[in-house]
């Protein structure tokens, strides 16, 4: 039973079980990995990203949430998980549910701010050809390589700087932009700021589409933990992409590369990131939707 199945329904106990249990499994395909590396001091510069550039806690991805206009039936009120004993829920007549008197005004105001970026964003025309330059841009001529305890480059550092001087480049993420190097800056026909991501941000972006699993994250528990995950599991996706069309040299974890610098690797890059694109749009406008919903009620 997907998002949209369960909306505005009442589950029976054995059946939100099911899905709590499906849910976790889920998403330890990806936090076990993480946890097993971190108690060992390792890193994989793709699958550990997702923890470390969105710092929520590993329970947010892996502990089922119903979202608004979703009940859950229960005999043992003892028996209810901790996590919808608190303020956010309510519980009368053996249902617990998501309380929308419970959203502060600070919070209403946090959720309407985000759907109207991510209205704004999806209203925009897309660029699809940045062909991921942006991994490029933040080690050009750069005195300090950004993941070079991670992995190595797989060009030289001439052949970089030659590939960002002969592309246009026009990053319209200012998360991404700020990271480019000092050098870099000017080369960006877009100089975006946190103060103009509405006017900035583009659905063919493959960071604004990876953040749609930070918006999502930030709405919680309002938006659900499916919405949560499916936006999670394109932002994998996503950082695959973005990291096998970077310089780095990933073979030693299996990472085959996508070679923007040639023509035939732009392509593919570029076929890619319009497919993501429409996964990204659909799950945004399932944001933009279930918000509203919210702020509505």
């Not at 985000?114 to 050009?140: D, R």
């Amino acid at each position: 039973m997907d998002l949209t199945e369960r909306a505005k329904t009442t589950l029976e106990w054995e059946e939100w079980q099911a899905v709590c249990a499906s849910h976790l499994a889920e998403a330890q395909r990806f936090t076990d990995g993480l946890r097993f590396r971190r108690d060992r001091g390792e890193a994989h510069p793709v699958e550990d990203f997702l923890f470390r550039y969105y710092p929520f806690p590993i329970a947010l991805l892996e502990l089922w949430q119903p979202g608004f206009g979703v009940s859950l039936r229960f005999d043992d009120i003892g028996a209810l998980p901790a996590r919808f004993l608190g303020k956010r829920y309510r519980t009368a007549g053996g249902v617990c549910d998501l309380d929308p008197e419970s959203i502060s005004e600070k919070e209403r105001g946090r959720l309407s701010w985000i759907k109207s970026l991510l209205a704004a964003t999806q209203g925009h025309a897309p660029n699809f050809a940045c062909h991921g330059l942006h991994e490029w841009a933040m080690v050009y001529r750069a005195e300090a390589i950004r993941h070079s305890s991670l992995a190595p480059l797989r060009l030289t550092q001439g052949e970089i700087d030659s590939l960002v001087e002969s592309r246009p480049i026009a990053c319209t993420h200012h998360d991404a932009f700020r990271f480019f190097s000092k050098q870099a800056l000017p080369l960006n026909r877009i100089q975006p700021t946190l103060d103009t991501r509405h006017e900035n941000e583009q659905p063919g972006c493959v960071h604004a589409n990876m953040d749609l699993y930070k918006w999502a994250a930030k709405s919680m528990p309002w938006i659900g933990s499916d919405l949560l995950l499916e936006t999670f599991l394109l932002a994998v996706r996503l950082r695959d992409l973005d990291m096998r069309a970077s310089p780095y040299d990933l073979s030693a974890w299996g990472v085959v590369p996508v070679k923007i610098e040639t023509t035939e690797g732009r392509r593919e890059y570029e076929a890619e990131q319009r497919k993501l694109a429409e996964v990204a749009r659909g799950l945004r406008r399932k944001l933009i939707d279930s918000l509203g919903r919210v702020l509505a009620a």
